[in-house]
């Protein structure tokens, strides 16, 4: 085990972040610590298991290697600075927020809400076929056995968590129990390309989002909605506003007093006001809006 520290800007509470609700991640309690489990960054073949918690205006990291290997603790800390959406400045997005109404409202209720994103491009686009067509309970029960079956397993502050299985070993797989095999070559296509460095973050940020979403759509299994998933959720983007989510849109008709749902040049303009944290401002109106009326009502 090795420890490191990431240094918070603004409000930030790792309990929201852990009980976001997001992709194969469920949990209905917080016991202080988050626990995450991945492929590397930098090495999608090496797999982690990190233990998070927050003290203060820090989050403390306790990262488990496997086979007693020695992980590079730096990158670890800043794939998870970018998964926990620690990385940027949140003093700089409560600004935001308060120069929005509704915004103001909905950070109000939420202060340290931030996003929660997948652990890597990678990550994103396997999730993209395992949840193609199918409810997100099967999907996420679907990665659980999938990553019990295949993937590293760490203990973490006392409870078992699983990172999916690396490229490599997805390469190998010719049927995986739940999943039509029809879906086998997408996933084989998928490890292909991690292991060529397609899924690469440094390599997709170099881009604008525009083109590392044609760029994904060139890959087997990701159509326009999910190529916008991977690059606006996995990538640690503040500021890009995707109008393949229809959720989001219902979002903004509710809290903004609509009697339509926004097209995309509607949408646009009403989130001009949330540069440069558009993303984060979509997700928190999504996750965060629907207490508005909660609390109303209390």
């Known amino acids: 085990m090795r420890t490191s520290t990431i240094e918070l800007r603004g409000p930030y509470s790792l309990e929201e972040v852990?009980?976001?609700?997001?992709?194969?991640?469920?949990?209905?309690?917080?016991?202080g610590v988050m626990?995450?489990?991945?492929?590397?960054?930098?090495?999608?073949?090496?797999?982690?298991?990190?233990?998070?918690?927050?003290?203060?205006?820090?989050?403390?990291?306790?990262?488990?290697?496997?086979d007693d290997a020695l992980p590079d603790v730096d990158a670890v800390t800043r794939q998870v600075a970018r998964i926990v959406s620690a990385d940027q400045?949140?003093?700089?997005?409560?600004?935001?927020?308060?120069?929005?109404?509704?915004?103001?409202?909905?950070?109000?209720?939420?202060?340290g809400f931030r996003p929660s994103n997948f652990h890597s491009p990678y990550e994103a686009s396997i999730w993209s076929v395992l949840s193609a067509r199918r409810q997100r309970r099967q999907a996420i029960?679907?990665?659980?056995?999938?990553?019990?079956?295949?993937?590293?397993?760490?203990?973490?502050?006392?409870?078992?968590?699983?990172?999916?299985?690396?490229p490599a070993v997805f390469a190998g797989l010719d049927h995986i129990e739940g999943l039509?095999?029809?879906?086998?070559?997408?996933l084989h296509g998928l490890a292909?390309?991690?292991a060529a460095g397609r899924l690469d973050l440094d390599r997709l940020t170099a881009l604008t989002p525009e083109e590392a979403m044609v760029e994904l759509q060139r890959l087997p299994g990701i159509g326009p909605f999910y190529s916008a998933l991977v690059v606006v959720r996995a990538c640690g983007l503040t500021d890009v506003l995707?109008?393949?989510?229809?959720?989001?849109?219902?979002?903004v008709q509710t809290l903004y007093g609509l009697d339509h749902e926004?097209?995309?040049?509607?949408?646009?303009?009403?989130?001009?006001?949330?540069r440069p944290f558009r993303t984060w401002a979509t997700v928190a109106l999504r996750a965060v809006g629907p207490r508005l009326s909660s609390s109303t009502a209390a």
């Open 18 to 31: 852990a009980l976001m609700g997001f992709g194969h991640r469920d949990e209905r309690s917080f016991d």
């Open 35 to 66: 626990r995450l489990a991945f492929c590397l960054d930098t090495d999608l073949e090496q797999q982690v298991g990190v233990e998070v918690r927050q003290s203060a205006q820090v989050l403390e990291l306790v990262v488990h290697g496997r």
């Open 89 to 111: 400045d949140g003093a700089a997005y409560a600004e935001v927020c308060a120069g929005d109404p509704v915004l103001a409202r909905v950070h109000a209720v939420a202060p």
């Open 141 to 166: 029960a679907l990665r659980r056995r999938l990553s019990e079956q295949h993937g590293a397993t760490f203990e973490l502050a006392g409870q078992l968590v699983h990172a999916l299985p690396t």
């Open 180 to 186: 039509q095999d029809a879906a086998i070559p997408r």
């Open 192 to 194: 292909e390309a991690a």
């Open 242 to 251: 995707s109008a393949q989510e229809p959720h989001s849109r219902r979002s």
């Open 262 to 274: 926004p097209d995309e040049t509607e949408l646009a303009a009403i989130a001009e006001a949330w």
